[in-house]
């Protein structure tokens, strides 16, 4: 292997960056030629391919988003998309690639590599932490912080005019950051996709916790949830607790930004390296990853399958706490 390029793709998060960096840094350390694909998978099909010098990795690590940018491409999930792509890698005499991106950009990475046979490793970048093979996704923790943060913030007003809020935090179908975030800024209650919670048990909890002069409360809900969306789920606590000054806030796209935590910075750069360095060990097909502080390769088809669940232990926390 001599040329190597790496892309984002998928929903950005926090630590792409440091990923981009130490894959490049890695790159030169063996030296080899290190190229871009700006955009993902579309500049891979439409040639969005650079050279990468040191200059274009020098104050990214500490930045949010990717510099590379990230796009979801639709031509890329046709045979057709994919042979321009690979056309494309061939011109510039590309001979490994770097997928850094949630289990689609993997899924991507895994076909690519089954059609093409072009060297191929992942790295789990995602918010949303639902990848198998490893511990913690990068941008997950970061978007935890900045969720937990946002709702000490919302906190303040609940409690001055003892409200009750709804925050809808990300994770469509994993609710992971709703736990931590659960965890972390002491929830009246949390909703994740994987639990049902019957709204009868919701407002028991509430009812019980105004009794106990607790009146400020947050209920955290993952987007998307079994139980609905924050507002509805807030509609209809409204016709049983008519009493109760309830407001809804959907933290949103904000989850996605902001500067890395020294958490995602260092799982970042381990994967950065692990990644190189496992292509030029022809560890082909795996995706990086992290177990008890240990790197461990796994094949991207078993970490896209094994969807990750919400830990069982993690959901007793939260309901111990949060009686
Ligand atoms: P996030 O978890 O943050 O949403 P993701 O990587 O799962 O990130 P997706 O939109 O699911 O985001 O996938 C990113 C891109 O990967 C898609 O736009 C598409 O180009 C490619 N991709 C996803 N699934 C496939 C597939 N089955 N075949 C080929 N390409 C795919």
Redesign the pocket.
Known sequence: IKRIAVLT???D?PGMNAAIRAVVRTGFYYNLEMFGIYR???GMIQNEIKKLESKHISHVLERGGTFLKS????E??TPEGRKKAFENLQKHGIDALVVI????????AH?FYKEYGIPAIGIPG???N?LAGTDLTVGFDTACNTAIEAIDKIRDTATSHDRLFFVEVMGRDAGFIAINAGIGSAAAATLIPEKKMPIERLVERLKARTKAMKQSNIVIVAEGGKSGGAAEIAEKIKKQLPYYDIKVTILGHLQRGGAPSAMDRVLASKLGVAAVEGLLQGKYDVMAGVINNKVVYTPIAKAIVGSKEVDEDDFRVVRILST
Do not use: H, N, P, V
């Not at 796009?71 to 639709?74: F, L, Q």
């Not at 991106?101 to 991507?108: K, V």
């Open positions: 793709s998928g929903g998060a993902g998978y579309e796009a979801r491409s639709t890329f999930r991106g949630g289990d689609g950009s993997l899924t991507g076909l995602t918010i949303d639902d």
